[in-house]
Nanobody
Framework: QVQLVESGGGLVQAGGSLRLSCVVS????????MGWYRQAPGKQRELVAA???????NYADSVKGRFTISRDNAKNMVYLQMNSLKPEDTAVYYC????????????????????WGQGTQVTVSS
């Protein structure tokens, strides 16, 4: 079973930095897009940043120039470096992966699926 586990959240003062990490574990054939989403209280979950397997990235306008997404394909990990944090960045951050699991019964690629992590809290104090 494929799982995503995030780490690195916490409490930081405005202007500070945090680095989130997410590891994909389980039997994986390949990973396409990996991304970070966030959900603040009373708001919908929104895309923060995404990165495809080739390295192209996409950012929400609100984080451009402050956040950087990167991935290590060899380790099945994705990172989010967050600098110049603002109180409005406070949210639960979720890791997301669009991937093909490995199907041991056919020894080939399984059905494409989307997997979410459990979330990690980021709180930015003013």
């Amino acid at each position: 079973q494929v799982q995503l586990v995030e780490s690195g959240g916490g409490l930081v003062q405005a202007g500070g930095s945090l680095r989130l990490s997410c590891v994909v574990s389980g039997s994986i054939f390949s990973i396409n897009t990996m991304g970070w989403y966030r959900q603040a209280p009373g708001k919908q979950r929104e895309l923060v940043a995404a990165i495809i397997s080739g390295g192209s990235t996409n950012y929400a306008d609100s984080v451009k120039g402050r956040f950087t997404i990167s991935r290590d394909n060899a380790k099945n990990m994705v990172y989010l470096q967050m600098n110049s944090l603002k109180p409005e960045d406070t949210a639960v951050y979720y890791c997301n992966a669009d991937l093909w699991p490995f199907d041991a019964s056919s020894w080939s690629r399984g059905q494409r699926t989307e997997v979410w992590g459990q979330g990690t809290q980021v709180t930015v104090s003013s």
